[in-house]
């Protein structure tokens, strides 16, 4: 299944996208939240499609899409993930996963404008895959660690490098700004991703390729990162970890290139959709 979230007259209502066709499913789901997945939703749902498709009501696909999940209790993601970005960045392999937060006040849809932050510098892009968990996950085995995914989505990891780097403290800083994470357009389940291990992933600035990478190249694993991250946390059902970004960013090239207002960023995952970002200026954030 592929779940949508999408705006009507100013409320964010459930949907899905179902043999090439955007169906309403408000009055049987309320929204695609912590308590959906923990009251066993998406089996609700895939017997509401498999019976009553036909009688869903479709919306139309000119409609704004919103973040696939409603806000959840946490963003974690999983920084130097890839090898080869790790290498870009001057930085050394980690032997266990670096984690940070992503405030989800950043959450934003898949094709919402992003905004620069106020005094930012290194405004910078990330394609990542991130996944939704499905039920509440407290030191899970990496043997039944798939058990707990709900499905994946697209996310751009956006980060303000100068704040991150160079602020002192955590990398939170530049993490979290508002806008900093566009998520889907669809969460797929499991089912229809196939092999998770092996998708492409790219992101590119005004038409030009920046990154084009795979996820057969991530270092440590899904399975490992979800078993791994619960032996510090409860995963509650909804939360989301972003699994890391290829080679590409502005951050490792050489010269150093950052977003600026009017550029804009196209990215997608290989049966994750696609997704399309415009950059604009804090100043302009401001007038709207």
């Given at each position: 299944m592929k779940l949508?979230?999408?705006?009507?007259?100013?409320k964010i209502k459930p949907g899905v996208f179902h043999n090439g066709k955007y169906l309403g499913v408000e009055g049987f789901v309320d929204d695609y939240n912590e308590s959906f997945f923990e009251k066993g939703g998406l089996e609700t749902l895939r017997f509401l499609i498999r019976e009553k498709a036909d009688f869903l009501p479709e919306v139309s696909q000119n409609v704004e899409l919103d973040s696939p999940v409603a806000r959840p209790s946490k963003?974690?993601?999983?920084?130097?993930?890839?090898?080869d970005h790790a290498k870009e960045t001057n930085?050394?392999?980690?032997?266990?996963?670096?984690?940070?937060?992503?405030?989800?006040?950043?959450?934003?849809g898949p094709d919402d404008d992003v905004v620069i932050p106020k005094n930012s510098v290194k405004t910078d892009w990330e394609v990542e895959l991130a996944l939704v968990i499905g039920k509440k996950a407290s030191y899970v085995d990496e043997k039944d660690a798939m058990d707990f995914v709900a499905g994946y989505m697209l996310h751009n990891d956006l980060s303000e490098r100068d704040f991150q780097l160079?602020?002192?403290?955590?990398?939170d800083k530049g993490k979290g700004c508002d806008t900093f994470a566009p998520l889907g357009p669809w969460?797929?389940?499991?089912?229809?991703?196939g092999d998770?291990?092996?998708?492409?992933?790219?992101?590119?600035?005004n038409g030009k390729m920046m990154q084009d990478g795979?996820?057969?190249?991530?270092?440590?694993?899904?399975?490992?990162?979800?078993?791994?991250?619960?032996?510090?946390?409860?995963?509650?059902?909804?939360?989301?970890?972003?699994?890391?970004?290829?080679?590409?960013?502005?951050?490792?090239?050489?010269?150093?290139?950052?977003?600026?207002a009017g550029d804009i960023m196209e990215?997608?995952?290989?049966?994750?959709?696609?997704?399309?970002?415009?950059?604009?200026?804090f100043e302009s954030a401001m007038k709207n």
């Open positions: 949508i979230r999408y705006r009507d007259g100013g963003i974690v993601c999983i920084g130097l993930n890839y090898a930085a050394t392999i980690p032997e266990e996963p670096v984690i940070f937060f992503k405030s989800t006040t950043a959450i934003i160079n602020r002192s403290g955590l990398w969460l797929v389940t499991p089912d229809e991703v998770v291990s092996n998708l492409r992933l790219w992101l590119s600035v795979n996820t057969s190249n991530i270092i440590f694993k899904i399975p490992f990162l979800v078993s791994y991250i619960s032996q510090f946390m409860t995963l509650l059902p909804g939360d989301i970890i972003s699994t890391g970004t290829p080679a590409g960013v502005g951050l490792g090239r050489e010269p150093q290139i950052y977003l600026k990215l997608g995952i290989d049966g994750l959709g696609s997704s399309k970002q415009k950059v604009i200026s």
